[in-house]
């Protein structure tokens, strides 16, 4: 007689996951959309696409789009472990390698406990993510004119743990950042909130930072 082994679901797992992977992906158009919207790149090297049904701009360059891909990629297990405090895209100077503007995405972990006891619909997720694409539309608004000839880095930020799964993962190399591109950094002068979302198990905060040389830098070109 055989043994027949029942295999018990954690639903609010696969939900956490499932969340972290759509968290995934709208920080992929995000990036996208920052790199467009600042002048990173030739306009012509952009796609316009619907995400969330919101036009936005997708860099068709193959090296960009890999190193954007391979970023995203890296932060799966980072988010469902709840390890990340913050996602940022920082714009440098190409000849000072100064930051100029930092974008942040900010990942309130306070509410969990609170938060993972509400479900949220995946039609609250989409619209969600739509009015933050909708309020990125519209960053030229709320900034400063960009600076000319400027390069990006993204980075990320952890909270304290002895269990960071990418330590021991020999295929992901993981670069200590500047110290001058992140939150506790004195060159931020300026705060810019964009947006805030509700999505469990997270709080997320998207928001702007523009530098004190920033206004020199534009006087230069």
Known sequence: MHQQRTRVIDK???H???KCIE???YVQVWIHQVLYHRGLYPK???ELRKQYNVPVHMSIHP???QYIKHFVDTLQPVLEKN???LVSLV????TTQQPLERYVLAFDHQQQQQQQQQQQEEGDLYHDFRACLLKLNALPCFLSPPVLDCTFTLGVELNDSDDLPFLHNTEQVWIPGNVDQTTNATTWTQFVPIKTMHISPFKINMYVM???GKGKQIERH
């Open 63 to 65: 090296e960009v789009c």
């Open 12 to 14: 609010n797992k696969g």
């Open 83 to 85: 390890q990340c405090q």
């Open 91 to 94: 714009i440098l100077s190409n």
């Open 44 to 46: 012509d090297v952009f």
């Open 23 to 25: 968290n995934r992906r």
């Open 16 to 18: 956490t996951v499932v």
């Open 210 to 212: 523009e530098a004190k």
